[in-house]
C-alpha cells in the first residue's frame, strides 16, 4: 500500500470555513492507514514551501492537496498547473500578484501525475458529480499546484490537485453558489485515496 500525503486549505477571505480543511479532518479522524495529512495557509508560496516540507519530511508516494473552488458543482481533479500567480483578491497574508510568474524561468505548465480520468471514472461510478478540470485558476490553489509538481518532477511521488464545491454550511456566506454535502465529499476523496494506494 502506497503513502499518500492529503492537504487542504485553511478558511480564507472573510469565510468561517473550508470544505478541504473538513475533509482532511474527518479523514484524520477515520485513521485511514497509510494517509498523512497536512492543512496549509492560504498564502502564495508559503503554502507550497510548507507542502514541500511535508513531502520531504514524510516520504509520501502520493501527493493529494485539496482547494475549494466556489461556483463549481463537481468534484474536479485538475489536469494542469499554470507558471502564473494572479490575485484578484488578496491571499491571507494581504499578497495580491498581478501576473507574475510562479518561477521564473519555469515551464509554463505542469502536468499532474494522478490518473485524473481514472479518478472522475470512480468518482461517477458511485454517481458523485465529478470531471476533469483544465484551469486551476491563478490564485494560491494553482500556485501551490504548481510548486508541488515542480518539486516533484524527476521523483518518483505522484502528485496532483483536486478541486471541490463549497459545503452546505458556506450557503449563508455564498449565497447562490452552488454547494455539496460535506459527507459526500468525504466519501469521494476517500474513493480517490483507495484508487491511488
Same mark, same amino acid.
Given at each position: 500500500?502506497?503513502?499518500?500525503?492529503?492537504?487542504?486549505?485553511?478558511?480564507?477571505?472573510?469565510?468561517?470555513?473550508?470544505?478541504?480543511?473538513?475533509?482532511?479532518?474527518?479523514?484524520?479522524?477515520?485513521?485511514?492507514?497509510?494517509?498523512?495529512?497536512?492543512?496549509?495557509?492560504?498564502?502564495?508560496?508559503?503554502?507550497?514551501?510548507?507542502?514541500?516540507?511535508?513531502?520531504?519530511? @514524510?516520504?509520501?508516494?502520493?501527493?493529494?492537496?485539496?482547494? /475549494?473552488?466556489?461556483?463549481?458543482?463537481?468534484?474536479?481533479?485538475?489536469?494542469?498547473?499554470? @507558471?502564473?500567480?494572479?490575485?484578484?483578491?488578496?491571499?491571507?497574508?494581504?499578497?495580491?500578484? @498581478?501576473?507574475?510568474?510562479?518561477?521564473?524561468?519555469?515551464?509554463?505548465?505542469?502536468?499532474?501525475?494522478?490518473?485524473?480520468?481514472?479518478?472522475?471514472?470512480?468518482?461517477?461510478?458511485?454517481?458523485?458529480?465529478?470531471?476533469?478540470?483544465?484551469?486551476?485558476?491563478?490564485?494560491?490553489?494553482?500556485?501551490?499546484?504548481?510548486?508541488? /509538481?515542480?518539486?516533484?518532477?524527476?521523483?518518483?511521488?505522484?502528485?496532483?490537485?483536486?478541486?471541490?464545491?463549497?459545503?452546505?454550511?458556506?450557503?449563508?456566506?455564498?449565497?447562490?453558489?452552488?454547494?455539496?454535502?460535506?459527507?459526500?465529499?468525504?466519501?469521494?476523496?476517500?474513493?480517490?485515496?483507495?484508487?491511488?494506494?
Amino acid at each position: 500500500m502506497k503513502n499518500v500525503l492529503l492537504t487542504g486549505f485553511e478558511p480564507f477571505h472573510r469565510a468561517s470555513s473550508n470544505p478541504t480543511e473538513e475533509i482532511v479532518r474527518i479523514i484524520e479522524s477515520e485513521k485511514l492507514p497509510n494517509v498523512m495529512t497536512g492543512v496549509l495557509p492560504v498564502e502564495f508560496g508559503r503554502s507550497g514551501t510548507l507542502a514541500c516540507q511535508l513531502i520531504d519530511e @514524510n516520504k509520501p508516494d502520493v501527493v493529494i492537496s485539496l482547494g /475549494q473552488a466556489e461556483g463549481r458543482t463537481d468534484i474536479t481533479p485538475e489536469k494542469i498547473a499554470i @507558471n502564473l500567480d494572479h490575485g484578484r483578491i488578496p491571499d491571507n497574508a494581504g499578497n495580491m500578484p @498581478n501576473n507574475a510568474a510562479i518561477i521564473q524561468g519555469g515551464p509554463d505548465g505542469l502536468f499532474s501525475t494522478l490518473p485524473v480520468e481514472d479518478m472522475v471514472s470512480a468518482l461517477n461510478i458511485e454517481n458523485l458529480p465529478a470531471s476533469i478540470s483544465y484551469s486551476a485558476g491563478t490564485f494560491v490553489c494553482n500556485n501551490l499546484f504548481y510548486l508541488i /509538481q515542480f518539486h516533484c518532477k524527476g521523483k518518483s511521488i505522484q502528485s496532483g490537485f483536486v478541486h471541490v464545491p463549497l459545503m452546505e454550511s458556506q450557503a449563508s456566506e455564498f449565497p447562490g453558489m452552488p454547494t455539496l454535502d460535506i459527507d459526500k465529499m468525504a466519501t469521494a476523496i476517500k474513493i480517490i485515496l483507495r484508487l491511488v494506494q
